[in-house]
C-alpha cells in the first residue's frame, strides 16, 4: 500500500469530471487500499479518486470513531432523502477550513462494492453529509462552492500564500 499525494486548491485538476470504473480489478482495489490509507493517515473521514489526481469515480469513507467502519464506492449514484442539514465541513484539500454546508439529511447510495458487486445502502447524519461531499468531488465540485464569493476567495488566497511559502 501506499499514501498518495492529496491536491490542494484551488489546483485546477481538482476540477475534473472523473469518468466512470469499467473494470473492477485489482488495480482498483489496490488504488481503493491505498486511498483509505492515505485518508486514516491525513488524518480524514472521506476521499474521493479525484483528491488523488485519478479521475475515477470512487469514493472511500469512514466516519466511526474507531476508523475501523471503512466504506468503499465505485460509480456512486446517490439518491437525496429528507430536510436539509448543516455540518461543519472540512476537506483534506482544503486543509485549514471549516465552514457549514446545507446537505440533504439522509442520503441512498447505489455502487459497485471492491467484487464489482451492485450494492445499495443507505446513511443519514455525518455518513450521509460525507458521502455527499465526496460524490461531488467526482464531479469537480468543492465545499468552498457552496459557500459566499467572498468567502471562497479569501480561503483560496490564503491557500496559494501558503503554497507559494512551501515552494
Ligand atoms: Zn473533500
Do not use: W
Not at 473492477?24 to 472521506?46: C, F, K
Not at 461543519?88 to 457549514?100: A, D, Q, T
Not at 461531499?133 to 459557500?147: I, Q
Amino acid at each position: 500500500m501506499a499514501i498518495l499525494d492529496i491536491l490542494e486548491y484551488p489546483d485546477p485538476r481538482l476540477r475534473t469530471q472523473a469518468q466512470p470504473v469499467n473494470v473492477v480489478d485489482d488495480s482498483i482495489r489496490r488504488l481503493i487500499a491505498d486511498m483509505l490509507e492515505t485518508m486514516y493517515e491525513a488524518p480524514g473521514i472521506g476521499l474521493a479518486a479525484s483528491q488523488v489526481d485519478v479521475h475515477l469515480r470512487i469514493i472511500v469513507v469512514d466516519v466511526s470513531e474507531n476508523r475501523d467502519e471503512p466504506h468503499a464506492f465505485i460509480n456512486p449514484e446517490l439518491t437525496l432523502i429528507g430536510e436539509s442539514v448543516e455540518f461543519e465541513e472540512g476537506c483534506l484539500s482544503i486543509p485549514g477550513f471549516y465552514e457549514p454546508v446545507s446537505r440533504a439529511e439522509g442520503v441512498r447510495v447505489r455502487a459497485l462494492d471492491t467484487a464489482g458487486d451492485v450494492i445499495e445502502q443507505q446513511f443519514d447524519g455525518l455518513l450521509s453529509a460525507c458521502v455527499q461531499h465526496e460524490n461531488d468531488h467526482l464531479d469537480g465540485k468543492l465545499f468552498v462552492d457552496y459557500l459566499s464569493v467572498l468567502k471562497r476567495s479569501r480561503i483560496r488566497k490564503k491557500l496559494e500564500k501558503q503554497q507559494r511559502l512551501r515552494a
